[in-house]
């Protein structure tokens, strides 16, 4: 089963912009999707973005526009470009994999946007 880090969060006013990385540890050139969840407080867990194996994406109705999921094989290495944040994304974001009906879980990383 694959183990996933996530980096990159932190406190960034409204307007501004955060990079998440996700990086595996084997590769994820095979891997079906890889996807971004979020969970603000009191709510439930929610699919951001998701990128399958082929390279087709898929984004939450919120976030359309503003946020693009990447992914670079050779740095076994998901993205979530997060532009124009709003306060309403305020929350901790996890990695998610799919492969072979198998999720692994990243242990997330906090996004607090704030003035």
């Known amino acids: 089963q694959v183990q996933l880090v996530e980096s990159g969060g932190g406190l960034v006013q409204p307007g501004g912009s955060l990079t998440l990385s996700c990086a595996a540890s084997?590769?994820?050139?095979?891997?079906?999707?890889m996807g971004w969840y979020r969970q603000a407080p009191g709510k439930q867990r929610e699919l951001v973005a998701r990128i399958t194996s082929d390279g087709t994406t898929n984004y939450a109705d919120s976030v359309k526009g503003r946020f693009t999921i990447s992914k670079d094989n050779a740095k076994n290495t998901a993205y979530l470009q997060m532009n124009s944040l709003k306060p309403e994304d305020t929350a901790v974001y996890y990695c998610?994999?799919?492969?072979?009906?198998?999720?692994?879980w990243g242990q997330g990383t906090q996004v607090t946007v704030s003035s």
């Open positions: 084997r590769s994820i050139f095979r891997i079906y999707a």
């Open positions: 998610n994999s799919v492969n072979f009906g198998r999720e692994s």
